[in-house]
């Protein structure tokens, strides 16, 4: 063989061993999304954002990644287990949406992202603080306070004579009762009376709505978490029965009749949720990974609904919406 077959024999093989050890070696990660509502189909809108985002990080699913969704159904007391049968399962990281799962995995010792819904982590005993989370939870947080505000600002600009406005949120759900309260505080600076409305299970609407009819508000805020999110079409009926304006937290709302929503755009938080996952598969601990506010806040208007309830939406309010629907 003349010498220079060897050096091009030698150079090839130097060139693909590289890639037969990583071939050999290369690990497929275990991923776990856990809700307190239904589980997240792998072909919903968010789970495409998601193992979208995570697939520009170079994690697929079949190949390099294995992928698993629970779900409690909006049933508080199944979250414990479902988060043994995660630990069970030995993944390496799992995500998150709400408050109540993310304290379920909490001390699990499993590397935990928030992507949505959780609130003020601090606040609910999540975490120690946002930029040292210490503990194996980071994530997505929100600033409840400033959204509050800025929904009950954009709920009185849309119906100027707004006077009371009932509050619905899941009172079991720390992170959410938290942001009721938030709210709240927001409603008074504003000059609005609240009438909150607690529920904890889905008999719970039809007692808020006899509190409404007894005592009618002038509008609704409803905060989200997995049982009002079920239960959204039952808060729409009512409030196109009694023509009453309200704002909601995400534009999944508006987009099935809800009137107006203000809140974190899904698409950056759970991108930014893959983020936090590809820097933990490569070896980062949560508790040094603060968490994250979102940059990309979106408002979205269905003029539909508007004039259901006769509610005749100012110039002004429509050219700050980022989406009207019609």
């Given at each position: 063989m003349r010498r220079r077959d060897v050096v091009k024999l030698l150079a090839g093989a130097a060139i693909a061993a590289p890639y037969r050890v990583a071939a050999q070696t290369a690990k497929t990660y275990r991923l776990a999304m856990f809700t307190s509502g239904p589980a997240f189909p792998a072909d919903s809108p968010i789970m495409k954002i998601f193992l979208g985002a995570l697939a520009e990080h170079g994690y697929k699913v079949g190949q390099n990644l294995e992928f698993h969704s629970y779900g409690?159904?909006?049933?508080?007391?199944?979250?414990?287990?479902?988060?043994?049968?995660?630990?069970?399962?030995?993944?390496?990281?799992?995500?998150?949406?709400?408050?109540?799962?993310?304290?379920?995995?909490?001390?699990?010792?499993?590397?935990?992202?928030?992507?949505?819904?959780?609130?003020?982590?601090?606040?609910?005993?999540?975490?120690?603080?946002?930029?040292?989370?210490?503990?194996?939870?980071?994530?997505?947080?929100?600033?409840?306070?400033?959204?509050?505000?800025?929904?009950?600002?954009?709920?009185?600009?849309?119906?100027?004579?707004?006077?009371?406005?009932?509050?619905?949120?899941?009172?079991?759900?720390?992170?959410?009762?938290?942001?009721y309260q938030a709210s709240a505080v927001a409603a008074k600076s504003l000059g609005i009376a609240v009438e909150p409305l607690g529920v904890a299970e889905p008999d719970d609407f039809g007692n808020a709505f006899t509190t409404m009819d007894r005592d009618s508000p002038d509008a609704i805020l409803m905060v989200a978490d997995a049982l009002t999110i079920l239960n959204r079409k039952r808060v729409f009926d009512y409030a196109a029965a009694h023509r009453l304006p309200a704002i909601y937290e995400f534009d999944l709302f508006v987009r099935d009749g809800g009137l107006m929503s203000y809140g974190a755009e899904y698409k950056e938080s759970f991108e930014r949720a893959a983020s936090l996952v590809d820097r933990i598969f490569q070896g980062a601990k949560p508790a040094d990974l603060p968490f994250e506010e979102p940059t990309r806040y979106l408002f979205a208007i269905n003029l539909k609904t508007a004039k259901s309830i006769g509610l005749e939406l100012p110039p002004t309010v429509l050219a700050l919406a980022d989406e009207v629907i019609e």
């Open positions: 409690a159904d909006a049933q508080l007391a199944r979250l414990p287990q479902l988060a043994r049968d995660i630990v069970a399962s030995k993944v390496d990281a799992v995500v998150v949406a709400g408050w109540p799962p993310a304290n379920a995995m909490k001390g699990t010792g499993v590397p935990t992202v928030v992507a949505v819904g959780a609130g003020d982590p601090v606040a609910s005993g999540l975490v120690a603080s946002l930029a040292r989370p210490g503990g194996n939870v980071t994530g997505i947080s929100d600033n409840a306070a400033m959204l509050s505000t800025k929904r009950l600002d954009l709920l009185k600009r849309a119906a100027p004579g707004i006077r009371k406005v009932a509050m619905l949120w899941n009172k079991d759900d720390l992170g959410m009762t938290l942001r």
